[in-house]
């Protein structure tokens, strides 16, 4: 019954400009609550008090709060995919590796930091509410994204099996900056981490013995 319960979504789709708006407004609400108070905190009737719409107005839309969770994992999917659709664009391929994975570490950190706390529960709640196969198909769309560019990119690869190389690339970044995120730890502010993912990925990636300039990758001098 769990199973079949956690793939439920929304009750109704909000069509009109009114319903729409309360369910914006119940998935920000919720976002509220998980950031200052926890998912405990996030009852059915403690969202529809922060979202200012009663409770029956909730369950019109969304069976339960698996459904919301659900539904915020499938905002911050389409929020993260067009952050990298954008980020590893064709028109990008002119800029040097330390900028383009810059850009995409930093704006994925940026993603994190604007709701800490719905994050941390996808990370530890998102296999249990979501659909397996929505979140495979979000992986497999972002590794053919970073795939497509490695392909594309004039710069000179270290591995030279680009389609495990986009596998490991994704999965590395993802699971060091949500690890960062549920553990918090001491001494690793965003801007560190972001400089440390960001010289791990172009170490991966990125052939240190290059002479080309337009290439070449300058690490940092160690901290």
Same mark, same amino acid.
């Given at each position: 019954?769990?199973?079949?319960? $956690? ?45 200012? =719409? $009663? ?48 850009? =995409? =570490? ?108 337009? =290439? ?8």
């Amino acid at each position: 019954m769990k199973a079949a319960r $956690s793939k439920t979504i929304v009750r109704k789709e909000p069509r009109q400009a009114r319903a729409q708006a309360t369910v914006g407004a119940i998935l920000e609400a919720t976002v509220q609550i998980l950031d200052r108070e926890g998912l405990e905190a996030a009852t059915m009737a403690h969202i529809a008090e922060v979202a200012g =719409v $009663s409770v029956g107005s909730i369950y019109q839309y969304f069976s339960h709060r698996d459904a919301i969770l659900n539904a915020l994992q499938d905002r911050e999917f389409a929020r993260a995919l067009t952050l990298v659709q954008e980020l590893l664009a064709d028109g990008n391929l002119a800029q040097t590796p330390r900028q383009t994975v810059t850009a =995409v =570490v930093r704006g994925l950190a940026q993603l994190y930091r604007v709701c800490p706390g719905l994050h941390r529960v996808l990370t530890i709640e998102g296999l249990r509410v979501a659909q397996a196969d929505r979140v495979h198909a979000f992986d497999l769309r972002v590794i053919e994204i970073v795939r497509h560019f490695l392909r594309a990119s004039s710069a000179p690869m270290r591995p030279k099996n680009l389609d495990a190389a986009a596998f490991v690339v994704v999965q590395a970044v993802r699971a060091t900056m949500l690890a960062c995120l549920l553990e918090r730890p001491p001494g690793l502010d965003e801007e560190t981490l972001i400089q440390e993912v960001v010289d791990l990925v172009l170490c991966y990636l990125v052939r240190q013995d290059s002479t080309d300039a337009g =290439v070449l990758v300058a690490l940092p001098a160690r901290r």
